[in-house]
């Protein structure tokens, strides 16, 4: 198992930054996938980024490349999404999820953390 703890959300200016941070701790933390999604108001979950294990293999969903980044501590085991040129639309809780690194992609991420507010508004 995992336990996954958000931190760095809060109030950020339309264009502006704001980095999360998402500690996973366990046995074998170091062997999961780990990621993030958001849900804004009214809407569905939506995907936001994935990270290996290894922290080579790194995926940002197409409508936030170029803004959002994923990175991993190996060490630390944390995962981390920087947010760059912010816009309301990016408001949202963000959560941060993890599979086993065997598991199937299809079957989801079982595990989430509890989620941080990002709201963007001027």
């Known amino acids: 198992q995992v336990q996954l703890v958000e931190s760095g959300g809060g109030l950020a200016q339309p264009g502006g930054s704001l980095r999360l941070s998402c500690a996973a701790s366990?046995?074998?933390?170091?062997?999961?996938?780990l990621g993030w999604f958001r849900q804004a108001p009214g809407k569905e979950r939506e995907f936001v980024g994935v990270?290996?294990?290894?922290?080579?293999?790194?995926r940002v969903a197409n409508s936030l490349e170029g803004r959002f980044t994923i990175s991993r501590d190996i060490a630390r085991n944390m995962v981390y999404l920087q947010m760059n040129s912010l816009t309301p639309e990016d408001t949202a809780v963000y959560y941060c999820?993890?599979?086993?690194?065997?598991?199937?992609?299809?079957?989801?991420?079982?595990?989430w953390g509890q989620g941080t507010q990002v709201t963007v508004s001027s």
């Open positions: 999820v993890a599979r086993f690194r065997g598991s199937d992609p299809a079957d989801g991420y079982p595990y």
């Open positions: 366990g046995s074998a933390a170091s062997m999961f996938v």
């Open positions: 990270v290996d294990p290894s922290g080579r293999n790194r």
